[in-house]
T-cell receptor
């Protein structure tokens, strides 16, 4: 079946602009995760959505970052007033609720802030 | 100190060699251990996951966990040029919010 999809694949934006990144998880997966991958930093957890429960936002680096998940499926990560240090690959993953160790990743959105 | 340490490489081996990739960790609460493969400009692909200490085999891949030493390994037998990628270890704590904690990845190149 279809895997996790993300859009856009690449985004170049000017410092100070807002950006929206989209994730469409695997059908039937009720858990959804956002990670950020920077050069030399590995993958860094950002936020986790579990079914209808309140999201775990403990990894969001600042209040400029927010995310929502509508209808238990598609998720949008929003970065306001982008900074150059926000440049990274933003990865979305999904899993079944009881198999959180089996997270399947999308191809990522490469964000460049100029 | 990072919770998960992984040698970044690069590691270069000839085709057909046995490859050993390793991670160490400091958090004894980690219970699940995963290995991901990531090709350039692609998302990570789950290769294997293990729960307990010991070995788990899947084709040419063997994952090994030693909880007493806080050390995990991934062995690749009969390595192929198509195995050239970055290999990431990941771990999580059962009931710990479901986030994965990743190593920084080891870059592997298998040469003809």
């Amino acid at each position: 079946g279809a895997g996790v999809s993300q859009s856009p694949s690449n985004k170049v934006t000017e410092k100070g602009k807002d950006v929206e990144l989209r994730c469409d998880p695997i059908s039937g997966h009720t858990a959804l995760y956002w990670y950020r991958q920077s050069l030399g930093q590995g993958l860094e957890f950002l936020i986790y959505f579990q079914g209808n429960s309140a999201p775990d936002k403990s990894g969001l680096p600042s209040d400029r970052f927010s995310a929502e998940r509508t209808g238990g499926s598609v998720s949008t990560l929003t970065i306001q007033r982008t900074q150059q240090e926000d440049s990274a690959v933003y990865l979305c993953a999904s899993s079944f609720l009881d198999r959180q160790y089996e997270q399947y990743f999308g191809p990522g959105t490469r964000l460049t802030v100029t | 100190q990072k919770e998960v340490e992984q040698d970044p490489g690069p590691l270069s081996v000839p085709e057909g060699a046995i490859v050993s990739l390793n991670c160490t960790y400091s958090n004894s609460a980690f219970q699940y251990f995963m290995w991901y493969r990531q090709y350039s400009r692609k998302g990570p692909e789950l290769l294997m996951y293990t729960y307990s200490s010991g070995n788990k085999e899947d084709g040419r891949f063997t994952a090994q966990v030693d909880k007493s030493s806080k050390y995990i390994s991934l062995f690749i037998r009969d390595s192929q040029p198509s195995d050239s990628a970055t290999y990431l270890c990941a771990m999580n704590v059962k009931g710990g919010g479901n986030k994965l904690t990743f190593g920084t990845g080891t870059q592997l190149k298998v040469e003809l």
